[in-house]
């Protein structure tokens, strides 16, 4: 018998055969393990567990059905409140949603909320079961843009409600991130994310993809003339930030935006696609997020030697500590407390190291993590023939400049309200990264789902006018 006070452990793929391929690293529950995962709920009656989730999603009911064996009972639960489950159960930051305040992790170990809402996800997939219909279409159009985690859930909720929803992304594939950003060894594109796009599509949403709104349409113009009555914008904060310092021109420089969205989107890891990538023998990645991780996991199984340099500790990293963890089993190198000051280049100006300072950690800033400050006089150089700047990433300013009366932040973020999703603009509503810079998938989940009520709740009041 299992002890109680713990999770039951999920199946990975061993850390030596995984840091070589591209396949899942986490295998998930097979039905006998979600079921007795689910078996440790104490299915509170005043649910700590609900309160973390930002979409509300009805945690011990779900569960309870997990135990009971009624997946598609649970799948129909968890869709209420999520269009993308088998997402949100691999890539949410669960530790500091709804599994941190979980009352089992009081004495023991919280419940894996997140593997458990995967498996049922997934078991949904594999046996055809989809979310309920929606209600019968109610006339109104809505414009949605952006097919990331924000706008697909911004899309689903309103077209439950009835609403005729037409989603305008910019690039060749729906998903935002969830295509481009994260690397298919933790989330699979075709497997889980296609999937989870079509059974938005299933709702009635229409995706018009390669439209950059902007540029072949305006905010304005889908208002004025295209007769939609609402727009959600849900753009995200694509713009990759570099920090200044000298070499940063030199050939081998990379953001992770781009080498990411080279092996993710346009399949650079695969021999069957042409998209060429700089598979370097060194890598250096310069950050301490999800987003360093990934770039780094991804170089090393490109066949790298990989570095991550990070300003601050182990302690102030802001990735989720199962990617770290996960970095670290695969091989991945941590130089903690160091800063780049240059990067070195060779007379043809491609990398050839980078030259760091060391740093110790002072006074508190205004983020409440410790100040990095430098250590006079000791510089040292890292060998390296690529350097991958992980830094952060700010909106695109293309929505902001074409849209007449749209209000932004000096982070060049829209100005949204948090609980409607409604901007400066009459019938334009926001949210998601492209709102507060970039988050994390449940919470622009959380922006799409309280705009879409945002945006039903100013239609209606319109109409009545
Ligand atoms: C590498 C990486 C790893 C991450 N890992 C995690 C993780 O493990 N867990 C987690 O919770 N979060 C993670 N995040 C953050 C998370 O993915 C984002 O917070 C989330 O995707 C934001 O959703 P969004 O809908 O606001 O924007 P996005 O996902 O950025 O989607 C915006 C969409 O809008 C489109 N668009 C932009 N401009 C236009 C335009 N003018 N016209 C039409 N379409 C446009 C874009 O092409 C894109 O498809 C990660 C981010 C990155 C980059
Ligand atoms: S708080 Fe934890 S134990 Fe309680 S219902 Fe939620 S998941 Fe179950």
Redesign the pocket.
């Known amino acids: 018998m299992a002890d109680v006070m713990k999770k039951i452990p999920v199946r990975e793929q061993d850390p030596h055969v995984r840091a070589h391929n591209f396949d899942e690293v986490c295998l998930g529950y097979d039905k006998e393990q979600a079921m007795e995962e689910a078996s440790r709920c104490l299915n509170c009656k005043n649910a700590r567990c609900i309160t973390g989730c930002p979409v509300s999603i009805n945690i011990p009911a779900f569960i309870h059905e997990v135990k009971e064996g009624n997946f598609a009972e649970a799948y129909q639960i968890i869709s209420l409140s999520s269009s993308l489950p088998a997402i949100?159960g691999r890539?949410?930051?669960q530790e500091s949603q709804c599994e941190g305040p979980c009352v089992r992790g009081v004495k023991g170990e919280s419940i894996s909320i997140g593997k458990l809402e995967r498996f049922v996800a997934d078991w949904a997939r594999e046996n055809g079961i989809k979310p309920a219909p929606p209600a019968e279409k109610n006339g109104h159009k809505v414009a949605i843009?952006?097919?990331?985690?924000?706008?697909?859930?911004c899309a689903g909720d309103l077209a439950r409600l009835g609403y005729d929803v037409t989603i305008?992304?910019?690039?060749h594939k729906?998903?935002?991130?969830?295509?481009?950003?994260?690397?298919e060894f933790?989330l699979p594109k075709e497997k889980v994310v296609a999937a989870e796009v079509e059974n938005v599509k299933g709702l009635g949403v229409k995706i018009e993809t390669d439209?950059?709104?902007?540029?072949a349409v305006t905010i304005d113009e889908l208002l004025n003339d295209e007769g939609y009555e609402a727009v959600f914008i849900?753009?995200?904060?694509?713009l990759p930030m570099f920090m200044g310092i000298p070499g940063e021109q030199a050939n081998g420089v990379f953001s992770?935006?781009e080498y990411?969205t080279r092996n993710n989107l346009m399949q650079a890891f695969r021999d069957d696609y042409d998209t060429p990538i700089f598979r370097g023998k060194k890598v250096v990645v310069v950050g301490g997020?999800?987003?360093a991780?990934?770039?780094a996991r991804t170089a090393l199984r490109l066949g790298a030697d990989t570095h991550i340099v990070y300003r601050r500790s182990e302690a102030e990293l802001p990735a989720?500590q199962e990617?770290v963890h996960h970095a670290r089993e695969e091989g991945v190198v941590f130089h903690m407390l160091c800063n780049p000051v240059e990067i070195l280049t060779d007379e043809r100006s491609y990398v050839r190291g980078i030259r760091c300072i060391r740093m110790e950690l002072g006074e508190p800033d205004a983020s409440g993590r410790r100040r990095p400050v430098e250590i006079p006089g000791s510089e040292f150089e890292i060998e390296a023939d690529t350097v991958i700047m992980?830094l952060g990433?700010t909106p695109?300013p293309?929505?902001a400049s074409t849209t007449i009366g749209l209000d932004t932040n000096r982070r060049k973020c829209i100005i949204a309200d948090e609980t409607t999703g409604s901007t400066s603009k009459e019938a334009v509503f926001a949210?998601?990264?492209?709102?507060?810079g970039?988050?994390?998938?449940?919470?622009?989940?959380g922006?799409?789902k309280a705009a879409a009520k945002g945006i039903d709740d100013f239609i209606k009041a319109r109409s009545a006018r």
């Not at 843009?145 to 859930?153: C, D, E, H, Y």
């Not at 969830?178 to 690397?183: E, K, R, T």
């Not at 849900?234 to 694509?238: E, F, K, P, T, V």
């Open positions: 949100c890539v949410c930051p843009i952006g097919a990331g985690p924000s706008g697909l859930t305008f992304e910019a690039l729906a998903g935002g991130v969830l295509v481009y950003g994260i690397p933790r439209v950059v709104v902007g540029k849900g753009s995200g904060a694509g992770a935006n990411l997020g999800n987003v991780m990934d770039a989720r990617e992980a990433t695109n293309l929505i949210g998601g990264d492209a709102v507060t970039a988050a994390t998938v449940i919470l622009a989940m922006a799409g």
